[in-house]
């Protein structure tokens, strides 16, 4: 049978790890690379034949040949596809859930198709979320094994996914997820707990789809909360969802003795701030990533003149504007703007010596009780031309065209991919800079939210319609704070703390809560964990002062006296209760017990009446004592900089090596290896309910 | 896993063989309900048997992610303190809640569109034929969850006819069930232990129960039940803090917002959480059990002898032990030396329980745990004794208590000096606390189980009556 089990080469597996929105895939494992290739989970039904489904989203428009319009006959009709459009659009895994079988296995052949060219030696690794139902699992491998040649599969729970990805033997993956969180519990590299927050009727398919929603956590739901709080000021999901991902939007510290549980800014204290909104480049905190090319400056007293020159320096970068880590005092601004003016060379560099130089003068975010955040859209218009409409297919070609205005071409590739603020941040990046001589008139500091007008006149002729991205700047006051629910993070708390206590056996639980990670781009949100990790500790941490640490585990190894009264403590212990005497009470517990001859040894058992008394050791601490974020790994470089909240795709490449690429193995670790995955000779053997034994869900 | 290959011989019970039925192992208690397919070595959904009744909306509300501080919110139980089923309308809810929604028992799809139906079939190399399991009549019972899986249950020794003839009706009637089987739970934890005699020691949440089992059948005179459980010795605690100096408040977990270290002894110092509604005496019972149950867990002990704890020297001795410190969920906390040794003394000796408010917190000699087996054995025949006290199997998550089997055998030993007494105990938390639901498991999962289950076809000829005669 082992023979059987082919061998494959690093670079023919196929690794695919499902998500709600974004499901990430890649051939080959052989780099350990963060993803490749992002999809969006979503499937839109076959407009032309019933029962199948598409990529894109595909509609019927009359075929125009040579600027003439058809006479409507049924051949003059084709169909196109619009990748940007969302319409009709089925989203196969819910919060977790596979809602949607059927357009979940046409996407996962998409995605196969998309990916592979060898039909019949392609590995796959798909990772399951814990939501799955057995019957899910088994669907899935019988169609994979039956209407594909894939010579094996291997199902992973996304919980062991991130386990094999940040390589500690016991933790607590905290997925937040677009809609859902997860919690699981590994020990050992075996899932001992497991509880998720998220829509509670998600898997009865036959209620609403809004009664199914209720109760959303992860992602989403910030983001719906934010754009309930930003509602009067016509904030919708799409601006909401953009300001969640910038830094300017950050979940504060746990403050356990202020009001509202975090230390809101007050007007008082950062008046400059309100005004000056500046915002610079160094930013030191936000992560090593931004580039920092230039300090755009924007405020509301009429300086728009010396803005100009700034901005006239081609160097205004959306992305390092967003960055507004900081801010300055508004004098000390001015100063540097003149004293700037005044370099011959305006280049980022010299700005930002200055900017360390006026660090003192600044404000963090946090301190501030107004900022602005810049909004980017796209616009999507047709533009008038002599022929007829012509909707491009695609999106529109790059940015020569580009308007001289306040309006930048839409990079093609941007709608699509990065998700993550900072890969959005960088795409921004590289969109800005072609755009040298743009001339942003500061319209929309503190404006109402309104879109820059884009001049008639600069729209050039085009035969195309075309994206153009706008860019908005809008002030937002507390909200940018407030969106940090206390109820759901408390939601999130709770389910850490409960599924971690709940494990059955007691020893587990340090493990469990010395190495807590966060993963899942929900947990992006700026501050979030930290919080979270905050309010574990000041609500639930077991303090050492009570000395768990000295004497909890004693007992246990003292033995009970024996007929000689060999073990018949004697000392100085006095037995009184714990008084808050001088004496700190549980160190002279401590000391006593030492004296009392800790190494029991063997004689601790000497009542256990025979051999089936099994347990020798127990834990009975109370717990935790102790929690901790697990430390990220250092080695993998590129993955330092894509940030861990992936580390499941990781986990997903290193299982798939274990699973499907190592060789030479000695008996015990190729049975193992066996069992790991599903191979198409024991699928032949057990049908798809083999996938229960062959695979690594639990 | 390493399967045998299948020999000619052996007709395949199932689509691809082997032992394989998808049997639904249902395991309802008073503290929590647990579910799983057989087969399986744990129940994959442990749910409390208690639930969130919203009272404005009158909506029942299931599972832990549930109950939380919610207004209007009280906490029920569909099972009574004798660990039988009391509300079956919620019974029913709860446990479809459990295998379909949290378990996920698949609804059957009609072969129509469980998507491999769509094309003709091609003609693979080497792939399995899919046998048409589909062909039941799509649209009569397409309504009815679980038509696929034979549902095995467990009920306490003690269970009324009514009530096992109920839960047949649920199984067949609501749910379409192939085949149903009823089973009780001392037999199921003998099956867990790998034995077919043995004297069950079951010290469960709201029971502690005794009874012996020949050859796999419950010897019914044996049957001795007491309440002192789980859920007693947390009235026990209560007790306990009441008469402590000073009294020690259980402030349960939800309530607390931060908190901060302070030395022993000391008051709180912790910011608890203010709700702008009620909170029903229902769930802060329920959440200050929690407390409670950890308590247990890291605290309490049994004395584990010689001798009773009230015997002369032995409390001084405990006193001199180190003791235990315990921290509330409010930071408040506390050394525990003796205390906790005496708190579990009144599941063995009636006269170290402490005064209990409640009548039914009152225990007699007979319902110690040494009087309970006393009991169950003066009722069997004194020849099957020595084969039973060779195997007492100790299971329940009570029984989890650090000291607790060896207090049990000085106990025995102590009760019946002439008899070799053997005490099997699983090691692992989890095969305790799960140990009628594992056996189920195994039994579910035998092949030769098959012939044992009562199948639609027999409950539709003989009625719900059917249960009695078979399952006995």
Known sequence: MSGSTGKWREEQVLIICPGSQTTLAQMGCNELTPPQHRFPTRMFPDPEEEGQFRPFHTYKRPKTTAGIKGEGGEDDYEWVEDVDSLEGAIYPIQAGHIVHMDAFLAFLEHVHQALTTTYHNTPIMLMASPQWKKGDCEVISRYIFEKTKTPALCLLHSGLATQYGLKWPNMTVVDVGFEKVDVTCVYEGRVVGHNDIGPENMGDTEREESERKQGISGGEFFTRKLMELLKDQGFDHEMAEQLKKSPVCEVLPYAADDKELMELPTEGGSTAGSNGTATSSAAPVEGPKIITTAAGADDDLGLDGEEKVVNEEGVLDVASLVVSGQTREFLAKQEKLKAEKAKAGRKGKGQETDAAAAAKARLPNSKRVKTIFHYEELITEDVPVAAPVVPAPAAPAPAENAAPTDVEMADSNAPSAAPAVDSGAKAGETAAKPEGEQTQSVAGATDPPTAAPAPETAAPPATERISRRVRRDIEVGLERFLFADRKEIDRIVDTIYRTVQDIDEMYMRPGCWENVVFVGNGARIRGLKDNIMQTLQARHLISPSSATMFTSELPSNIGTPSGTGSQTPTGSFTGQLPTSSSVNPLLQAATTAASLGVPGGPQGQVVGADGQMQPSHHFHSQTPTNIKLATLPTYLAEWTKNGFEEAMFLGAQVAARLAFCIHNLDAAGLEAQRSMSFGRVDYNELGPKGIRSHSMLT | ?472
């Open chain 2, 1 to 472: 896993m390493a399967q045998p290959p299948l020999s000619s011989s052996v007709q395949p019970t199932d689509v691809y063989g082997g032992d394989e039925v998808s049997a639904i192992v249902l395991d309802p208690g008073y503290i929590h309900t647990r579910a799983g397919f057989a087969g399986e070595e744990m129940p994959k959904q442990v749910l409390p048997s208690f639930y969130g009744h919203i009272t404005s909306s009158q909506r029942d509300v299931f599972g832990d992610q549930a109950i939380y501080p919610r207004a209007d919110f009280e906490i029920r139980n569909y099972m009574n303190r004798d660990s039988a089923v009391e509300d079956w309308d919620t019974a029913t809810k709860i446990w479809e809640y459990a295998l379909i929604d949290r378990l996920g028992v698949p609804r059957p799809t009609p072969a129509s569109k469980n998507g491999l139906n769509n094309k003709p079939k091609p003609a693979a190399d080497g792939d399995v034929e899919m046998a048409d399991e589909a062909d039941l009549d799509e649209t009569e019972n397409y309504e009815k969850p679980m038509q696929e899986n034979p549902l095995l249950m467990t009920e306490p020794a003690w269970n009324s006819p009514k009530a096992r003839e109920k839960a047949i009706e649920i199984c067949m009637e609501n749910w379409a069930c192939p085949a149903f089987w009823l089973s009780k739970t001392p037999v199921l934890a003998a099956y867990a232990a790998g034995k077919a005699t043995v004297l069950v020691l079951d010290v469960g949440g709201a029971n502690t129960s005794v009874t012996a089992v020949f050859d796999g059948m419950v010897l019914k005179r044996s049957v001795q039940r007491s309440p002192v459980g789980g859920v007693w010795l947390s009235s026990q605690l209560r007790s306990l803090f009441e008469t402590s100096e000073p009294k020690v408040e259980v402030v349960p977990r939800f309530m607390v917002e931060s908190k901060k270290p302070v030395e022993a002894g000391q008051p709180a110092e912790a910011r608890l959480k203010t709700f702008d509604f009620q909170i029903s005496p229902s769930f802060r019972a329920f959440e200050e059990e929690g407390v409670l149950k950890e308590f247990k867990e890291s605290v309490v002990e049994v004395w584990k002898g010689p001798g009773r704890y009230l015997a002369q020297g032995n409390e001084d001795y405990a006193k001199n032990l180190p003791g235990r410190v315990f921290e509330m969920p409010d930071g408040s906390n506390q050394m525990w030396r003796e205390q906790r040794f005496k708190v579990a003394e009144g599941m063995w000796d009636e006269n170290a329980a402490f005064p209990s408010a409640t009548e039914e917190g009152k225990i007699t000699k007979a319902q110690t745990v040494p009087g309970l087996i006393k009991a169950a054995l003066d009722a069997i025949d004194v020849d099957v004794r020595p084969a039973l006290l060779a195997n007492v199997v100790v299971t329940g998550s009570t029984s989890l208590l650090p000291g607790f089997n060896d207090r049990l055998h000085h106990e025995l030993t102590a009760m019946f000096p002439s008899v070799k007494v053997k005490i099997h105990a699983a090691g692992l938390t989890s095969e305790r606390r799960f140990g009628a639901w594992i056996g189920g498991s195994i039994l579910g999962s035998l092949g030769t189980f098959h012939q044992m289950w009562i199948s639609r076809k027999e409950y539709e000829e003989n009625g719900a009556g059917i249960v009695e005669k078979r399952c006995k």
